[in-house]
């Protein structure tokens, strides 16, 4: 009988070390990546992640709910593919992760770490040579037509960000980038400094009441390098380009340097 129990009570010690302790949205079994290790090691983390997929696949469920179902069920999983490659796996820190489930969950900015020094981070904390460079995208400008109460397409344009390097410093970067977009609204960033901050660039421009973000993302996506822009709760364009110059979630390939 006792070689029985002990027998018994080493069955359950195996099963409970193969079990994961924390229960995230995918099997942690079968975790391979650092992001979904970090996941699965963290009770916070696995709820977090439990969280935002059932508010992916509700927001799924709701795609009947449209006039165009299948445009906006195609969105919402290019939106999700989007921010899995370009936000969430870019992460190399439990924080920076959290804050990004936070965002997607929340709907609502929570601000990360903006860099200040270089010499206070290691050569993993700073952004990679891909992540300077220069980005576009070529798209088709329409143009409403007053008389015929119509939009008409008026050609191609190509909306373009550039990120360059500064001397001894490498967590800055000068952002210069001109955006075109319906009815041929134009968007001038300027010469705009930016900061690196865990995973993206960041252009802060804060007013007395409130915070103005403009993020950077850079990702290898689909074999490319890549650039996702974050106009953080739409404040960058109402302040800068006007409440056209919509441009939020833009995705910009990188051209051979």
Not at 123 to 151: C, H, M, V
Request: hydrophobic share 35%.
């Amino acid at each position: 009988m006792k070689n029985l129990l002990v027998a018994i009570l080493s069955i359950l010690g195996t099963c409970l070390l193969s079990t994961p302790a924390n229960a995230a949205s995918f099997d942690c079994n079968k975790a391979a990546t650092w992001v979904e290790k970090t996941i699965c090691k963290s009770p916070e983390l696995s709820k977090l992640d439990d969280t935002m997929a059932k508010k992916y696949k509700s927001n799924l469920a709701t795609s009947s709910d449209y006039e165009d179902s299948t445009a906006f069920k195609n969105r919402t999983i290019a939106n999700q593919r989007t921010w899995l490659m370009f936000q969430r796996d870019t992460c190399k820190s439990e924080e920076c992760l959290i804050r990004e489930y936070k965002e997607y969950i929340e709907e609502q900015t929570n601000y990360g770490v903006a860099w200040s020094f270089s010499d206070e981070l290691s050569r993993s904390d700073l952004p990679s040579k891909s992540a300077f460079g220069d980005f576009s995208q070529t798209s088709q400008i329409s143009i409403y037509n007053s008389e015929t109460q119509k939009w008409e397409d008026t050609g191609e344009a190509t909306n373009t960000v550039s990120i360059h390097s500064v001397a001894n410093k490498p967590h800055l970067s000068i952002i210069e980038g001109v955006l075109i977009f319906t009815n041929a609204h134009i968007c001038d960033l300027g010469e705009s400094k930016a900061i690196w901050s865990e995973n993206h660039w960041v252009i802060n421009d804060d007013q007395p009441d409130q915070s103005v973000d403009l993020r950077l993302y850079p990702a290898i996506y689909q074999g490319k390098n890549q650039l996702l822009l974050r106009d953080m709760d739409d404040q960058y364009r109402k302040l800068h380009c006007g409440m056209r110059g919509y441009f939020d979630g833009i995705v910009l390939k990188r051209g051979v340097s």
